[in-house]
């Protein structure tokens, strides 16, 4: 097998785990968002550290704790996506995977947007046109709402926030899964103590089928974000670009097809407004990306194009 083939094989394994993961959250009930986020920390850590200790790749550590910014970029890096998982944990266990997926489908106009307010980048004209737009279909849903979609938007500023980060950082996926966690350990396990005491711990005390999916939610945070790593090593950016709306295609139709969330006019009306934004990101970013090939790239960072790892 060709190792474009397998970067595809990869990539769409990914994508599609992610894309599911909304079903796999519903089996974790009657647990609460935040006992399955410590278990996903916990476990996480777990699954992550047998896998380097396999490997035979614990050197890192080492290494890494020479490098003082390095370590503050990962707490915050921790941070954020500690939000993210808690957020999107919260959004599918109350039943709106549909704002959920809304949230995945505007983080590559957000990433552009902090390219333009952190990183002072300057963005070509189609990249505007797709943010106005983008403005347009929050304004939209908003409407529809009757608030602002805040777990959408809190989904795609964490997440895109925990990309910036991790772009400074340049930690391999293994690594940075296992530092994250690890940073993020200790208060879980300090959150799993206290329902402990107080008996609200459902881990152990639901069915035997409910504890171990509990603990396998290590191996599904991890599994997915290796394939995607995999991916990414083999495939051109510009490829895995339009592979990223896969998973929130898919969870938009788990929420509507097998959740039977509701999808009124307006709120289809800011979803296609979200989808012209990105036909009119995407079509830019590759004929961006074929001009790129035809002569020498710019200096400056181009994110015409954002490959997130979700979840």
């Avoid at 909304?22 to 920390?41: M, Q, T």
């Avoid at 950082?169 to 530092?179: I, N, Q, R, Y």
Wanted: charged share 10%; proline share 7%; aromatic share 10%.
């Amino acid at each position: 097998m060709t190792p474009l083939r397998l970067g595809y094989l990869y990539g769409l394994g990914a994508y599609l785990l992610w894309g599911f993961f909304p079903l796999y959250l519903k089996l974790l009930r009657p647990a609460g968002p935040l006992e399955i986020l410590a278990h996903r920390i916990v476990w996480s850590v777990v699954f992550v550290a047998l896998l380097l200790a396999a490997l035979r790749n614990v050197g890192f550590l080492r290494a890494l704790l020479r490098r003082p910014w390095a370590v503050a970029g990962i707490v915050a890096a921790a941070a954020l996506i500690a939000v993210n998982w808690g957020t999107y944990i919260y959004g599918v266990n109350s039943d709106r995977v549909v704002e959920t997926a809304l949230g995945y489908f505007i983080n590559p106009l957000v990433v552009v947007l902090l390219g333009v307010t952190v990183l002072r980048e300057r963005l070509r004209p189609a990249q505007w046109v797709a943010l106005g737009i983008g403005a347009s279909a929050v304004a939209v849903l908003t409407v529809d709402y009757g608030r602002l979609p805040w777990l959408a938007l809190t989904l795609a500023f964490s997440f895109a926030g925990y990309g910036l980060v991790k772009k400074r950082l340049g930690l391999p996926a293994a690594e940075g899964l296992f530092v994250e966690s690890s940073v993020l350990a200790l208060p879980a396990l300090g959150y799993l103590a206290w329902l402990m005491a107080k008996a609200d711990l459902t881990f152990g005390h639901v069915s035997a089928g409910h504890t171990a999916l509990l603990v396998l939610a290590g191996a599904a945070t991890a599994i997915p974000l290796l394939l995607f790593a995999g991916a990414a090593n083999r495939l051109p950016l510009s490829s895995l670009g339009m592979i990223q709306y896969l998973a929130p295609i898919l969870q938009l139709g788990c929420g509507v097809l097998i959740f039977h969330e509701p999808m009124p006019p307006a709120r289809l009306a800011g979803f296609a407004l979200v989808w012209l934004a990105l036909i009119v990101f995407t079509a830019d970013a590759v004929r961006t990306s074929r001009q790129s090939r035809r002569t020498p790239p710019p200096p400056a960072v181009d994110h015409g194009v954002v490959v997130p790892a979700q979840h």
